[in-house]
């Protein structure tokens, strides 16, 4: 009997290449929201090079319509179903696929038990970054961000040093 053979998704992506559109879109909007005292999500649609799947390049940047509360537990953002048909069929018709999330903290940049268990990046090997501060120091607090990837269905960790992120 054959073993079970598991997709991979994006477990072999050994560098994620993102455009500066992609980031300077998402920053702006990132912080708009914080500056509401509200977290919010962008989330990024990425495609491969012809010639090497371990390449990814993050090219486009969508804010889904989402909705931000504040609890008496924290803050939370939730994106309604429609909005997420939406966004996949948009990425499609691009020849892209949505790989990463993005989302901000209030303070510090870690992935929380509700990031652990409800993302919206399903994909094995795709990225969720966490922005602290609500993204209000940009581009320039980016030692500060928490980058994780999706290793397994539920299992995030942080990304290795090894995997490679340019911005382009």
Known sequence: MAPESRPSGLLDVEQFAIESSVLTFTLEHL???????????????????????????FTSALFPRQ?????????????????????????????????????????????SEIDDNQPVVTILGGLSIVIPDFARHGIADRTRWAWYRLRDLGSWEPLPPEIGVEVR
Do not use: C, M
């Open 67 to 111: 909705t931000a509360y504040k609890t008496e537990h924290g803050l939370l953002v939730t994106i309604e179903s429609q909005s997420l048909f939406e966004v996949n069929k948009t990425l499609f018709e691009r020849g892209e696929i949505l790989a990463a999330q993005v989302h901000t903290h209030p303070t510090e940049a870690y992935h």
């Open 31 to 57: 912080a708009r929201r914080g500056e509401e005292g509200l977290e919010a999500f962008v989330l990024w649609g990425g495609r491969h090079p012809e010639v090497d799947r371990r390449i990814l390049h």
